[in-house]
């Protein structure tokens, strides 16, 4: 490379690739980024945050289902952090509205759809992530495909909307290891134990992991935190005996380790 | 007669009030009924009512069907109804009120001098006096004003009497004003050859809610339900119905809508005519359009969001869930409808409530150490759960104004916590007199 400079290369070619993928040679629309507010995990998204308008999956890293309930809350938290209508599209009766509003969604702002039937899932959450003006969809899907998922990207894109396509079983479940997608990013989240040493019943705790998001700086093992479930805003935070001993030298170690 | 006069002479006699504006707005309403049958229908006060049924009664199998019909229906309306047809407007007026219940009440083509013969001379719609003149004459019967020269007749009688016999038998018009409902907007469509592809499908019901939009417009009203009916060429109707959360004039939008919906429609051989009506409408005034983009985000309009997704869904399975002030969990929420006003109530922050709520509660067998004690083990689904953390009582009394027998409803909740972790929202209830039982209604995250 004779190039003065390598980054601003780089960075040029980034933008042309990112403008190819938008599939039209017409300028990007700004792309929004929504920081957990870990710098643990930040550093490691581009954008230091999780890319607006775009679709991101939130799996559960094993069958049973408090993982599966730990998803739901994950998402829920993400979406209290923005400004704007929610839609909630319910595959099952059971979701309970007062735990959505305990991590900071407030009921005013979601709008539920429910069906029984998977096939019916997806078009519904297509049109809200077509509908300009939401700050997000979510949609508890059993599993996706990479059409259907290419779709809502593209919806999602377009429109602005954030899509959160939060499963009910984890991926390996199905039997197919993991299946192809286009969501921008991919989460795992899994109900962990507290710490023993946690005096009371405090927050849950979460190991969340990033098993891979477009344009990070991912190494070839997924990456995966150990947080403390979502506050009352939707916030994670960083467990309180890990945050005090640990150097974040030492964080990202055990982050590049899994 | 004066009513004093009536009632000497019928003791007893029930006296109303004539009300000939209600009378005629009913006779208007029965009029507008009547187009289901036929597209022209006018009312004909004091006690008829018009109808052009030129062009359609072989919709019904044609004329005598087709008066069945409308008698069978009129009667079960309630209404007392004598119906005729004949091919002027006069002859059908006269053998409906004139003629004998035994002759048919069908006239057949040019038959018109024939049926109204042997009628009164009232028969032809004449002022009475002009009825009591002819009477001086010793006319009575419509023949015999027929047999008269007509220039005598004329000179004697006035022109009314002439005109009026003349539209009788079809050598003069006689135009009616025919009514059209003011609340009916209603578009439709022929096709000249049948037409059954999607995209041609899509392309008229697009057009049809353009021409239905600019219709409503004119008349300053919204849309709440659209109704799209198409006819097959072998006489079968497919209809589909779509509604919306808010009245609206979006042709856009509800053309979405309705498009959402053409796979339903199963167009056989084809279809060859399309007809879009309003079924529901509110008013709705001409909003003023944004002159300047201020580029503050104003309040995100979810109608259309909501029309859709209910087009696709169903409309009660979109909805917002709102809070209800009951301590027991399972009644703390509610549906609303999905554009119900924000009012910013939101459950207590303080009590810590499952992502997951069970409904029915699942039974589990759980040891607890002591009566009052957090379950220190319990058993769901067939899997061991050792607890490791628990935090509770949370106290929740019956409701007895909400149900029977809660009035000694009582549970207490624990959240606990299990060795891999996972969180769960488990009570007991009130001690019966078989101990206490327990049960897992939820799962935290």
Do not use: I, K, N
């Given at each position: 490379m004779t190039s003065s400079d390598p980054r601003s290369v780089l960075g040029t070619l980034r933008a042309r690739i990112a403008t190819l993928e938008r599939g039209s040679g017409t300028a990007p629309a700004p792309v929004a980024y929504l920081p957990f507010g870990l710098s643990a995990i930040d550093r490691l998204l581009p954008g230091r945050g999780l890319q607006l308008g775009a679709l991101h999956e939130v799996a559960p890293a094993q069958a049973a289902i408090s993982h599966a309930a730990a998803c739901t809350l994950f998402a829920a938290g993400i979406l209290a952090r923005t400004q704007g209508p929610i839609l909630w599209c319910l595959a099952a009766r059971d979701l309970f509205a007062p735990a959505l509003a305990r991590v900071g969604l407030h009921p005013d702002r979601v709008i539920y759809v429910e069906t029984y039937r998977e096939a019916e899932l997806l078009p519904l959450v297509e049109e809200g992530a077509r509908f300009r003006g939401l700050a997000g969809v979510v949609g508890e899907v059993a599993r996706t495909g990479l059409t259907a998922s290419r779709r809502l990207q593209l919806c999602a894109e377009e429109s602005g909307v954030t899509v959160l396509l939060v499963r009910r079983a984890p991926a390996a479940a199905e039997g197919g290891g993991t299946t192809a997608s286009a969501a921008t990013s991919r989460w795992s989240v899994e109900a962990v134990p507290a710490s023993r040493r946690?005096?009371?019943?405090?927050?849950?705790?979460?190991?969340?992991?990033?098993?891979?998001?477009?344009g990070a700086a991912l190494g070839s093992e997924p990456a995966s935190w150990l947080v403390e479930a979502c506050d009352e805003a939707g916030r994670l935070a960083l467990p309180a005996d890990l945050a005090e001993?640990?150097?974040?030298?030492?964080r990202q170690g055990r982050a590049a380790a899994g | 007669m004066a009513v004093a006069q009536a009632q000497a002479m019928v003791p007893g006699i029930t006296v109303r009030e004539a009300t000939p504006e209600a009378d005629a707005d009913a006779l208007a309403r029965l009029a507008a009924w009547c187009l289901w049958c036929a597209p022209l229908t006018a009312p004909d006060p004091p006690d008829g009512v018009w109808v052009e049924i030129a062009g359609s009664a072989h919709l019904f199998g044609g004329e005598a069907a087709m008066l069945r019909t409308l008698l069978t229906r009129l009667r079960a309306g309630g209404c007392t109804v004598r119906l005729a047809v004949a091919d002027t407007?006069?002859?059908?007026?006269?053998?409906?009120?004139?003629?004998?219940?035994?002759?048919?009440?069908?006239?057949?083509?040019g038959q018109m001098a024939a049926a109204v013969a042997s009628l009164p001379v009232r028969a032809l719609r004449l002022a009475p006096e002009t009825v009591a003149g002819l009477a001086e004459l010793g006319i009575e019967r419509v023949?015999?004003?027929?047999?008269?020269?007509?220039?005598?007749l004329s000179l004697r009688v006035g022109r009314a009497v002439l005109q009026r016999l003349d539209q009788v038998l079809g050598h003069a018009p006689e135009p009616i004003a025919w009514a059209m409902p003011a609340e009916a907007a209603v578009?439709?469509?022929?096709?000249?050859?049948p037409i059954s592809a999607p995209a041609t499908l899509e392309r008229v019901a697009t057009d049809l809610t353009g021409d239905l939009v600019a219709l409503l417009a004119r008349r300053g009203l919204g849309a709440r339900r659209l109704d799209?009916?198409?006819?097959?060429?072998?006489?079968?109707?497919?209809?589909?119905?779509?509604g919306t959360a808010s009245a609206t004039r979006d042709a856009a939008h509800l053309a979405r809508l309705l498009c959402a919906r053409l796979a339903e429609v199963d167009p056989g051989f084809g279809l060859d005519e399309a007809c879009l009506a309003a079924g529901r409408t509110e008013p709705l005034a001409a909003v003023q359009g944004e002159g300047l983009d201020t580029g503050e985000t104003a309040q995100v309009d979810l109608a259309a969001l909501v029309d859709r997704l209910a087009a696709r869904a169903g409309a009660r399975r979109v909805f917002r869930v709102v809070p209800v002030e009951s301590r027991v969990p399972e009644r703390s929420q509610r549906r609303a409808p999905p554009l119900a006003p924000a009012d910013g109530r939101s459950w207590p922050a303080d009590l810590a409530r499952p992502a997951r709520l069970f409904e029915p509660p699942e039974p589990v067998q759980a040891t607890a150490l002591l009566p009052d004690a957090p379950p220190a083990l319990f058993v769901w689904r067939g899997v061991r759960h050792r607890v490791?953390?628990?935090?509770?009582?949370?106290?929740?009394?019956?409701e007895w104004w909400a149900a029977e027998g809660e009035l000694a409803s009582l549970r207490d909740y624990y959240r606990v916590e299990t060795e891999d972790g996972a969180r769960y929202w488990i009570y007991r209830d009130a001690p019966m007199a078989e101990g206490p039982r327990w049960w897992l209604q939820g799962v935290f995250g």
């Open positions: 946690a005096a009371g019943f405090g927050r849950g705790r979460w190991r969340v992991g990033l098993q891979r998001c477009r001993r640990s150097h974040p030298q030492a | 407007p006069g002859a059908a007026w006269a053998v409906a009120r004139f003629a004998p219940r035994e002759t048919s009440p069908l006239v057949g083509p023949a015999q004003l027929a047999a008269l020269p007509r220039g005598p578009v439709r469509r022929a096709f000249p050859e799209l009916s198409f006819r097959r060429v072998d006489g079968g109707v497919h209809a589909l119905c779509v490791v953390r628990a935090d509770g009582p949370e106290r929740v009394r019956g």
